[in-house]
């Protein structure tokens, strides 16, 4: 009976959600029902400790960045801001969860060196002043 509850208010939010891309609505389903599986609690009883615990099983068990631990975050904190919104809920147990921090790789610039040799090897390409010029312009552009 739990469960069926709990699908039938997922599907609602999915239908009331038509304005985002199917790939949206897919990856909201996925973390909510993924969540819903893993505690197997109804609704208005999940803490913020059960969805803590599933954001942590879920980063260890399937090996993701911290990025993508924050994406299904979001996700299911669209939803029960959805179910406290529409009062299926009392309280949001989302609100004591901050955002995931993740760590941005940051990218090496190109030496000078390697910018001359990549201006040197537009010279032997079939459109040399084409690709001179794009290769001008992507590196003037980051």
């Not at 039938?8 to 009331?16: D, E, N, P, S, Y």
């Not at 599986?37 to 090996?63: C, E, F, S, V, W």
């Not at 040197?120 to 312009?137: G, H, M, V, W, Y």
């Amino acid at each position: 009976m739990v469960l069926i509850v709990n699908l039938g208010l997922l599907k609602l939010f999915i239908f009331v959600n038509k304005k985002y891309s199917e790939g949206t609505l897919e990856q909201y389903a996925l973390a909510i029902d993924m969540l819903l599986a893993d505690i197997g609690k109804r609704l208005p009883d999940i803490k913020t400790n059960d969805i803590r615990y599933h954001l942590a099983m879920y980063q260890t068990t399937r090996n993701v960045e911290k990025a993508t631990v924050d994406n299904r975050r979001r996700n299911l904190s669209a939803f029960f801001s959805w179910l406290t919104k529409e009062e299926y809920i009392e309280k949001n147990p989302m609100l004591r969860i901050g955002k995931i921090k993740s760590t941005m790789a940051v990218r090496k610039s190109f030496s000078d060196g390697e910018i001359e040799m990549l201006k040197n090897a537009s010279i032997k390409t079939r459109n040399p002043k084409r690709d001179r010029a794009l290769i001008e312009f992507l590196l003037s552009t980051g």
